[in-house]
């Protein structure tokens, strides 16, 4: 699955742009929400997921909260209708607590690491995710190169999954192109998500096009 990332969309043409790629088959959008304290940029708020809910609300929003300031800002997203969040494992000492808040709150569970946290890390809330979502990238801003040590990471995370006889997808987030959708397929990722990419080269269809024929 492709999920886009709009952080490196056109923000004066966010709705030309999200239309694009659902009419080449999209149908999960990832969001990027920054606080300007877990990582140095800002990104967008709640109003910006309630827009996306209201004039799509057949595609998914993914939320990727990049902020440990959890209390204020995850009820934010998820009163805005957000239908996946993932927090980051660093962001918070009590990840039981909102991998329940969301359960309870019929939002579908993501947790994300970044590249220098120990997979070993999320290995107790596993049963709790509906997704894991490695970071190939440092987070912060689009346009990074995918860290090459993520594929290593990638192996031992889905061996890790394995062990625990679940059946979770793996998403990487960063730097992803043609070459790392492959690369990080065969190491067991399954949800991509793509920014610039897809909205910084030209057609976004095209775009689309040339990722879904590596992603099967
Ligand atoms: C980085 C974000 C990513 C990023 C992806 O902090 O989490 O989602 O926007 O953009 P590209 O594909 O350009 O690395
Ligand atoms: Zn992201």
Same mark, same amino acid.
Request: overall charge negative.
């Given at each position: 699955?492709?999920?886009?990332?709009?952080?490196? %969309?056109?923000?004066?043409?966010?709705?030309?742009?999200?239309?694009?790629?659902? $009419?080449s088959?999209?149908?999960?959008?990832?969001?990027?929400?920054?606080?300007g304290?877990?990582?140095?940029n800002?990104?967008?708020?709640? /109003? @910006?997921?309630?827009?996306?809910?209201?004039?799509?609300?057949?595609?998914?929003a /993914?939320?990727? +909260?990049?902020?440990?300031?959890?209390?204020? #800002?995850?009820?934010?997203?998820?009163?805005? *209708?957000?239908? +996946?969040?993932?927090?980051?494992? /660093? %962001?918070?000492?009590?990840?039981? &607590?909102?991998?329940? &808040? @969301?359960k309870?709150?019929?939002?579908?569970?993501?947790? %994300?690491?970044?590249?220098? #946290?120990?997979?070993?890390?999320?290995?107790?809330?596993?049963k709790?995710?509906?997704?894991?979502?490695?970071?190939?990238?440092?987070?912060?801003f *689009?346009?990074?190169?995918? $860290? $090459?040590?993520?594929? /290593?990471?990638?192996?031992?995370?889905?061996?890790?999954?394995?062990?625990?006889?679940?059946?979770?997808?793996?998403?990487v987030?960063? *730097?992803?192109?043609? $070459?790392? @959708?492959?690369?990080?397929?065969?190491? *067991?990722? #399954?949800?991509?998500?793509?920014?610039?990419?897809?909205?910084?080269?030209?057609?976004?269809?095209?775009?689309?096009?040339? +990722?879904?024929?590596?992603?099967?």
């Open positions: 699955m492709i999920a886009p990332s709009i952080l490196n %969309a056109d923000n004066m043409h966010l709705s030309r742009d999200i239309k694009a790629a659902i $009419e088959g999209i149908d999960r959008f990832h969001i990027d929400i920054m606080d304290y877990f990582v140095p800002l990104s967008y708020g709640p /109003e @910006l997921v309630k827009d996306f809910k209201r004039s799509f609300p057949l595609t998914e /993914e939320i990727h +909260l990049m902020s440990n300031n959890l209390k204020i #800002t995850l009820p934010l997203f998820v009163e805005a *209708g957000c239908d +996946l969040l993932e927090f980051h494992y /660093e %962001a918070t000492d009590n990840p039981s &607590y909102w991998l329940k &808040y @969301l309870d709150h019929n939002v579908r569970r993501g947790m %994300a690491i970044n590249p220098s #946290t120990p997979v070993q890390k999320v290995r107790p809330f596993l709790d995710l509906d997704q894991v979502l490695l970071m190939t990238v440092k987070p912060g *689009g346009g990074q190169k995918f $860290e $090459e040590k993520s594929v /290593e990471r990638l192996v031992e995370l889905k061996n890790m999954i394995k062990a625990e006889n679940l059946n979770l997808p793996i998403e987030d960063g *730097g992803i192109d043609r $070459e790392t @959708l492959k690369i990080s397929r065969d190491a *067991g990722a #399954t949800i991509f998500v793509v920014g610039s990419y897809i909205f910084k080269n030209g057609s976004i269809e095209d775009q689309v096009m040339k +990722l879904k024929k590596e992603d099967k």
